[in-house]
């Protein structure tokens, strides 16, 4: 069994440019008339019930979002893992900040303006989950490194891509070194070699190049549907990182072994607590979506998980955080509600959204009720929701409905600031994101 590498604790981030940062009624989701710092949201007494925030609304909900990290914490300590969250889910470096004071050992990012915000913001170690090939990409990874207590992590996949990898470095010519893990693929995947022989020699083209570093071998799981298919592409690392062992080509540092590990966290470190090295190692889940998880396909996964996996799962597990609300419209037609929001508002890339709870204005209701059976969203337009509306429905014009998300990544984007709401819908703060 490997023995896991310590993890060198990252330094809390900056985040006293976001909270001065300037909003307005130009900034969606704020009520008419503000005009406030980031930071003092959390200070107006606002509250969702009340009916003090225009809608559609997307929230958070802090206390669920702070179990969420707390549970994954737990989950990475008590199985020898780490994890390198996926910043590209949330693109907010105040939850970048949660998760760093959670033990994140890194913040993974997918593209150069990506890696800066993290930059930007004190982030210290990143893992760019993807092959750097254009000028400026290569340039810019290069000037990151100029900062000497920066490190960075990036993927390769094949030898014209090491060597223009390599030349940059040549060129650049500094102590600090860019840090490779190789990627494995599978046919019809993404990105990654797909074979063995195709990710040594990849491999040994990173080992042999001055101002590159053999850093470890990687994966992204995600799009293989069944947990077998998993299990194959993960003995591929393990097997390919054994293989270079065997030829001598890692350096001094602990081995780094990587996987996507949202939807199959389960696998990924079952196969990497399974594997056998003579040095220490770097066991690393790169999910991002744990931390508000989803009402959808990140739901279902982890009933999967928590039936199926081996490893020690804490007490209680991740529950969704992210809501986006919405006013009900209009009943024109029979079996049918028109609500006011849209694809521009929440996710539909993986499944419809799922009608939660309502709520109605004016005293009626102590608290938002859960949705009752059959109410189902049948189609989104840009800004209106068509909800599936049975006979003897409570729901009536002007009625509140909060929706569950699946997939998070493409909600917070339609969002340049998401509102933190206690468990009574008061705002308690605000989360800026930097799409």
């Known amino acids: 069994m490997a023995v896991t590498a310590p993890a060198a604790a990252l330094p809390r981030l900056s985040l006293g440019e976001i909270e001065a940062q300037r909003l307005d009624v130009l900034t ?10 980031l930071g003092e949201i959390g200070r107006q007494g606002w509250s969702l019930l009340e009916g003090d925030m225009p809608l559609p609304l997307a929230v958070i909900r802090e206390s669920v979002l702070k179990a969420n990290s707390a549970w994954m914490k737990a989950f990475t300590a008590a199985n020898g893992l780490l994890i390198a969250p996926h910043g590209k889910t949330t693109m907010a470096p105040q939850l970048f900040d949660l998760q760093i004071a959670d033990g994140a050992w890194a913040i993974t990012v997918a593209t150069m303006q990506q890696l800066a ?13 993807n092959q750097p090939v254009g000028r400026q990409d290569i340039a810019y990874c290069f000037a990151a490194l100029r900062d000497p207590g920066f490190e960075l992590y990036c993927l390769a996949d094949t030898l014209p891509g090491v060597a ?27 990105t990654g070699a797909r074979s063995r022989e195709e990710a040594l020699a990849v491999a040994r083209a990173v080992a042999a190049a001055p101002g590159l570093r053999l850093a470890g071998f990687e994966c992204f799981e995600g799009l293989i549907s069944d947990t077998a298919g998993a299990d194959r592409l993960l003995g591929e690392v393990v097997a390919v990182a054994a293989a270079a062992e065997g030829e001598g080509l890692l350096g001094a540092e602990p081995l780094v072994l990587s996987a996507g590990g949202t939807a199959l966290f389960d696998r990924v470190g079952e196969a990497f607590n399974a594997a056998a090295f003579r040095r220490p190692i770097v066991k690393l889940l790169r999910s991002g979506c744990y931390l508000t998880h989803d009402s959808t396909v990140y739901s279902a996964a982890f009933r999967r998980i928590a039936l199926e996996t081996s490893l020690k799962l804490p007490p209680g597990g991740l529950e969704p955080a992210l809501e986006v609300w919405a006013h009900l419209q209009s009943r024109p037609e029979r079996g049918r509600s028109l609500l006011t929001l849209g694809k521009r508002d929440i996710s539909f890339d993986s499944g419809m959204p799922v009608p939660l709870r309502w709520y109605r204005p004016g005293g009626a209701m102590a608290r938002p009720q859960p949705m009752p059976a059959g109410h189902t969203v049948l189609a989104l337009n840009d800004q209106h929701c068509h909800l599936g509306t049975p006979e003897g429905s409570p729901l009536q014009v002007g009625d509140m409905v909060a929706f569950g998300i699946g997939h998070p990544c493409t909600t917070f984007d339609k969002w340049a600031v998401l509102m933190l709401v206690d468990d009574d819908w008061r705002v308690t703060g605000a989360v800026r994101t930097f799409f």
Do not use: D
């Open 28 to 37: 969606k989701g704020l009520p008419p008339g503000a005009a406030l710092r």
């Open 117 to 129: 915000v993290a930059r930007h913001f004190g982030v210290k170690r990143v893992i760019l989950a």
């Open 164 to 190: 223009l990898l390599a030349e940059a470095a040549q060129a650049h010519g500094g102590a600090n070194p860019l840090r490779i893990l190789v990627e494995i693929g599978f046919m019809g995947g993404r």
